[in-house]
């Protein structure tokens, strides 16, 4: 079948394969320029092994739709975008992104192909390799070089004479070689480029070889003509041109001459750049205009030069100091501010320095982190953990402080139980060589997985034992670390006092070692805690303390967060002004920073804010900004809140089928990263909104199931929530008995926590069991426990 034919059959991937230079990229572009029902299109040339998220961002731009900042979802709206419209993307050279087996060696392509075969549309996505990746779906054409006479064609715009017809047959076509010997040809014998000339330049036994019968297969017979014609033409260059194609060989992606000379001092850059476009003549370059002229490799003809170079590690210090020499000072704000230091990491990798690379990538890990690219973490400390591992590298300190990063990137993109793999690696290391100091640490990033799952009892275990390390080894500054964790992990539960004696520990101990950020964040934790207390002054005070410190500080993060918990205690007051004030501030650091897990968690509380002031709309407007946010980081955990928050924000507006969609959405999430209690926050939404819907007996089978969990967690505070709600909806199906049982249980557990607010609105409904039934109920806990949820 030909190619076109595809293009306007149901087919959603297409791939071209053949060896190296039949013409797969030419056969492309042919269509990129010709077929006219793709009103829009983009071409990506992967080469150099360009992660997923530079693709997909480029092309999201190219076709006018948001960028999302993370890989984890950008396979969702690189698909979605592709899905709205009769879109072309051609992605070239994907042999450059398999690792020997044919998997995937850059995360998320294969997602993302996988998702395009399941949910295609009129858009194709059209790929050139030359190996197939293991991926059923594809409809493939395979090239085996050009026709008689489309090469005898060939050969004749190029002004080559003689025997063209023997020629193309010899070569079967190959369009690559066809060009390299016309271009040789025309070079050294401009007045007469024939193809008998071929024997003056060492050629002359080109057809003895390509017939002997002992070079089988004509992959074979094509590989060992493109090795005879590239050592003849490599044989015909100067010596400044020999250098120049073996030092930029160390490069990724398209040079320009100041890339060129770094690597080849003692040439001129006028020298460098006219010998550069030399070898574009000879085609042993391609040469790329887009606003300034740059120099590229075809795959086959790199993969010759760097065969031939050999051993590199000159030239690749030279990049290394030329990248050095024209990287970005902080402060940052793009990936592309940092690139100078990607590919400083990616040098060092390939000279096996390992050590130098992971220091190179260090400088810009916080940057990486607040700006939320944590897949490039993954795959820059993945590499790294990879070949340390390989090696036997268990003592060295970067090695596992690689694998403590590597856990807490997983942790960041919602893969708990990779990230929680490698920091039990990193554990075991820590107490295998006795490493008291980076065991407690291991402790406590392991106690942040388990809290993003909502095993709190878990991570108090992992908490309770870095403590007693570092209490141990004389630390008292993880010591206070240690207790502040530990604060919010009771927090979590619903155990608030045993919360705020672990908080009033660390905030002592930060003080006296003189830890003003410590004593800042410390301060913020308390006040969340007694805003879950009900005290709502005692945390402005708190919060108040913990602003004034990062004002002072300088530390613009911390005043967001200050911010944000100062915004949500005011909602807790009533006061939803002041309180859209201060968020809105912590808005605008949190965006001036570019931190946008800071961004979606302001977002969040702007929406609850306005949802208690009855502004439906602008609270779902907020809402969904904040739902977007978190999709594009990747952040899991944040989505589901969002949706969460969503489904209460529509359950107000009397929208029950929507709210229900979007809390079975945050439900699928939670029980996909395994977190219970977002789970069972979900659960009680269901429940809510069934109830609304006067569909009692989903409601209750919902939030029994809510109740389940929370005490399977030990969250009281979430079963206080469910028993309260619970004995609502039993109350409407006339079940008064298990009703009145379900208020006390709420009552226990509510008088447990020192809430007598909630305590109050139990012994009112234990009231109104014997008084006709009113539809007026209180919600403060219920919102209060939202709230403070998401900000754990």
Not at 230 to 236: E, I
Not at 381 to 390: H, N, R
Not at 752 to 773: F, H, T, Y
Request: aromatic share 10%; net charge negative.
């Amino acid at each position: 079948m030909r190619l076109s034919a595809y293009l306007y059959k149901n087919t959603f991937l297409i791939g071209i394969e053949g060896i190296g230079g039949t013409g797969k990229s030419m056969l492309a572009a042919k269509i990129y320029d010709e077929i006219a029902s793709f009103p829009k299109r983009f071409w990506a040339d992967v080469s150099n092994g360009a992660g997923f998220s530079d693709l997909a961002r480029q092309v999201l731009s190219e076709f006018g739709f948001p960028v999302p900042e993370e890989e984890a979802q950008l396979v969702e709206a690189l698909v979605g975008c592709l899905r709205s419209g009769q879109f072309l993307l051609i992605i070239d050279n994907l042999e450059s992104l398999l690792q020997p087996d044919r998997q995937w060696g850059s995360l998320f392509y294969g997602d993302f192909f996988q998702a395009w075969v399941e949910h295609g549309s009129n858009s194709k996505v059209l790929v050139t390799t030359r190996e197939r990746p293991e991926l059923k779906g594809f409809e493939w054409l395979t090239l085996k070089g050009l026709q008689v006479n489309e090469g005898i064609a060939l050969l004749t715009v190029l002004g080559i004479r003689g025997d063209l017809t023997q020629f193309v047959e010899l070569v079967d076509g190959h369009p690559l070689l066809l060009k390299l010997v016309a271009d040789l040809l025309n070079e050294e014998y401009s007045q007469d480029p024939d193809l008998s000339r071929l024997a003056d330049l060492g050629l002359g036994n080109l057809r003895q070889l390509l017939t002997d019968s002992q070079v089988v297969g004509i992959h074979h017979r094509k590989n060992v003509g493109m090795v005879l014609v590239l050592d003849a033409s490599f044989n015909r260059l100067n010596e400044l041109q020999k250098a120049l194609l073996l030092n930029i060989s160390v490069y990724r992606g398209a040079v320009d001459s100041a890339a060129a000379v770094a690597v080849l001092p003692g040439s001129s850059a006028p020298e460098i750049e006219e010998e550069l476009r030399n070898l574009v003549k000879r085609s042993l370059l391609v040469d790329k205009l887009n606003g300034k002229r740059r120099f590229d490799f075809q795959p086959l003809i790199l993969e010759y030069v760097r065969y031939q170079a050999g051993d590199q590690s000159e030239a690749h210090q030279k990049a290394i100091d030329y990248y050095r020499s024209i990287a970005k000072q902080p402060p940052w704000k793009t990936k592309n501010d940092v690139k100078e230091y990607l590919e400083i990491f990616d040098h060092f990798y390939q000279l096996q320095d390992y050590n130098s690379a992971f220091d190179s990538i260090r400088i810009c890990n916080d940057f990486l982190t607040l700006r939320g690219y944590y897949v490039d973490q993954v795959e820059l400390y993945g590499q790294l953990v990879s070949k340390w591992e390989e090696i036997g590298a268990r003592e060295n300190r970067n090695y596992q402080a690689a694998l403590i990063l590597l856990g807490n990137a997983y942790n960041s993109l919602g893969q708990y139980q990779w990230a929680i793999e490698f920091l039990q690696q990193s554990l075991e290391i820590f107490r295998e060589i006795g490493d008291r100091n980076g065991e407690a640490n291991s402790l406590i990033s392991l106690g942040n997985a388990y809290n993003y799952l909502g095993q709190y009892q878990r991570k108090i275990e992992f908490l309770q034992q870095s403590l007693e390390i570092f209490k141990e080894i004389g630390d008292r500054n993880g010591e206070a670390n240690s207790l502040n964790n530990l604060g919010n992990a009771y927090d979590s539960l619903g155990q608030y006092q045993q919360a705020i004696e672990f908080l009033q520990q660390s905030l002592e101990i930060f003080k006296e070692i003189g830890d003003r950020n410590g004593e800042a964040n410390s301060l913020i934790n308390l006040g969340n805690a007694y805003n879950s207390l009900g005290q709502y002054q005692r945390p402005i005070e708190f919060l108040q303390q913990s602003l004034e410190i990062f004002k002072e500080i300088g530390d613009r993060n911390g005043e967001g967060a200050s911010l944000i918990g100062l915004g949500n205690a005011y909602n807790s007051l009533g006061q939803y002004q002041q309180a859209i004030e201060l968020l809105q501030q912590s808005l605008e650091i949190k965006r001036e920073i570019g931190d946008r897990n800071g961004e979606g968690a302001s977002l969040i509380g702007l929406g609850n804010a306005y949802n208690s002031l009855g502004q439906y709309q602008r609270a779902i407007e907020f809402l969904q900004q904040s739902l977007e946010i978190f999709k594009e980081i990747g952040d899991s955990n944040g989505e589901g809140a969002s949706l969460n928050n969503l489904g209460n924000a529509y359950k107000s507006l009397g929208q029950y089928q929507r709210a229900i969609e979007f809390f079975q959405q945050s439900l699928e999430i939670f029980k996909e990263i395994g977190n219970r209690n977002g789970e069972g926050a979900s659960l009680i939404g269901l429940g809510n909104a069934y109830k609304s819907l006067g569909q009692y007996q989903r409601a209750i089978e919902f939030l029994q199931q809510s109740l389940e969990i929370f005490r399977e967690i030990g969250d009281i505070r979430g079963e206080a929530i469910a028993w309260f709600k619970l004995g609502l909806s039993l109350e409407n199906v006339n079940r008064e008995s298990d009703a009145l049982g379900a208020y006390r249980n709420a009552s226990e557990l509510y008088q447990a926590m020192g809430l007598d607010a909630d305590v109050l609105d139990c012994n009112n409904a234990i009231e109104r069991l014997s008084q006709p039934k009113t539809s007026v109920v209180s919600r403060r806990g219920f919102w209060r426990w939202i709230g403070s949820w998401f900000r754990r």
